[in-house]
């Protein structure tokens, strides 16, 4: 158990570029979920899958916003056309998958400066 | 809609302080109230988990209660020590989507 993975832990890109996260979950663990901090707030939900079917996505997550999870193993959030608002910490976390009431382990997160 | 405020924001104590951090809901409909902390620049560690049947987890000095009638939940960490230091988040609702309060910044002095 090597815990969930993020990367790459920062990535700054120029407004209207397209960016593309990595998450690798803990193994076994069928649920992944996408939140997104900004500075002084606590995370925001985003997106869930429970292995590779994507469940429940926020009004949040726009129509530049994608996400997959192909095989139900490693997971990827991608934005296109970034706008400056889209800066902030994008967490990831995953638990076992079996019942409501699961531990979520975090990542350490990407931090996505938009300039 | 859920909504989860957490008091004080900030919270600056000697070492060795008993202390208690309030997290509130308005939904009282939540399957659990987990309570996270994170480190500058850092992913969330989980702490407890109390489901929504249960009264209260502990784990070591850091002990959760839950009330749902009233939206309630604390986080009392016994004895703090310097490496406490850290923002402390509750969240709410089912573990597919947690709704998560703001955080409490506690420093612990030595």
């Known amino acids: 158990d090597t815990g969930v993975s993020q990367n790459p832990r920062h990535k700054i890109t120029k407004r209207g570029q397209n960016v593309t996260f990595r998450c690798d979950p803990i193994?076994?663990?069928?649920?992944l979920y996408w939140y997104r901090q900004t500075l002084g707030q606590g995370p925001e939900f985003l997106t869930y899958f429970q292995n590779e079917a994507q469940l429940e996505k926020s009004r949040l997550l726009s129509d530049r916003f994608s996400a997959e999870r192909p095989k139900g193993s490693f997971s990827t959030l991608e934005i296109q056309r970034t706008e400056q608002g889209d800066s902030a910490m994008y967490l990831c976390?995953?638990?076992?998958?079996?019942?409501?009431?699961?531990?979520?382990?975090f990542g350490s997160g990407t931090q996505l400066s938009v300039l | 809609k859920q909504e989860v405020t957490q008091i004080p924001a900030a919270l600056s104590v000697p070492e060795g302080e008993n202390l208690v951090l309030n997290c509130s809901f308005t939904d009282s409909a939540i399957y659990n109230l987990q309570w996270f902390r994170q480190d500058p620049g850092k992913g969330l560690t989980s702490l407890l988990l109390i489901q929504s049947s249960q009264r209260e987890q502990t784990s070591g000095r850091l002990n959760a209660s839950l009330d749902k009638s009233s939206g309630r939940s604390t986080l009392y960490i016994a004895a703090s020590q310097p490496g406490d230091s850290a923002t402390y988040l509750c969240a709410g609702g089912g573990s597919e989507k947690l709704v998560f309060g703001k955080g409490t910044k506690l420093t612990v002095n030595p």
């Open positions: 193994s076994e663990h069928n649920r």
């Open positions: 976390a995953s638990s076992p998958g079996q019942t409501t009431n699961e531990k979520l382990f």
